[in-house]
């Protein structure tokens, strides 16, 4: 992991998700997380406001150990209990049926093996439990996803890895999870390539 992912990318990332609208969909969302729950590509810590009084213990993972030095600092301020690690999320040490919620925002975009990762996902999580997340990814408009295509090899390049084009329902569906909700819209003041975005709940109902 060179300079710019470890050094420049994750103030890059915090200034860039932000923004008061991506605040307002990550307290829609997080309002509904309880028990024991476990934060996939945890970043700086731009959720940790959100997180309801009731959530018992919060495990923490983000593959780039730059985004350390904020998070630390919103965990302090917080006041709940967190385990904070650098793990890749496709290789999970957890055991199976750990986990009462499971949360991602903003983060199935850039892993490289997507598939394994919410293969992982579901593993953790314990039979009844919710996954709940906030993604971006592929238009359901065609002039969208065209563009959306030609754009991505640029952007896993200056962004990391990241790809503007997953079908983040079909991915989560073909895991075996069941929609409990979800909502397809584009962002407030964002591109529309980049700023189509999946937001729900998906359930685990069977061990």
């Not at 990550?26 to 309801?52: C, D, I, Q, S, W």
């Not at 903003?106 to 999580?125: F, G, H, N």
Request: hydrophobic share 40%.
């Amino acid at each position: 992991m060179g300079f710019y992912s470890r050094r420049i990318l994750p103030r890059l990332i915090d200034l860039l998700m932000s923004n008061p609208a991506m605040h307002a969909e990550r307290a829609l969302l997080l309002r509904n997380a309880h028990g024991k729950t476990l934060e996939v590509g945890f970043g700086t810590g731009l959720n940790m406001p959100h997180y309801p009084a009731g959530t018992q213990t919060l495990a923490a993972i983000d593959a780039n150990p730059g985004m350390s030095p904020l998070a630390r600092r919103r965990i302090r301020e917080s006041g709940i209990r967190v385990e904070h690690r650098v793990l890749n999320v496709e290789r999970l040490p957890m055991e199976d049926a750990s986990f009462d919620t499971v949360v991602s925002t903003w983060t199935l975009c850039s892993i490289a093996d997507v598939e394994r990762a919410l293969a992982e996902v579901r593993r953790v999580l314990k039979p009844g439990g919710r996954f709940l997340f906030i993604e971006h990814g592929l238009s359901d408009d065609p002039r969208v996803s065209k563009w959306q295509h030609r754009l991505t090899p640029l952007q896993k390049r200056i962004a990391d890895g990241c790809h503007l084009d997953r079908d983040i329902e079909g991915l989560i569906r073909a895991q075996g999870l069941e929609f409990e909700s979800l909502r397809r819209f584009y962002m407030d003041k964002l591109p529309r390539t980049g700023g189509y975005t999946y937001q729900g709940i998906a359930v685990k109902r069977n061990a």
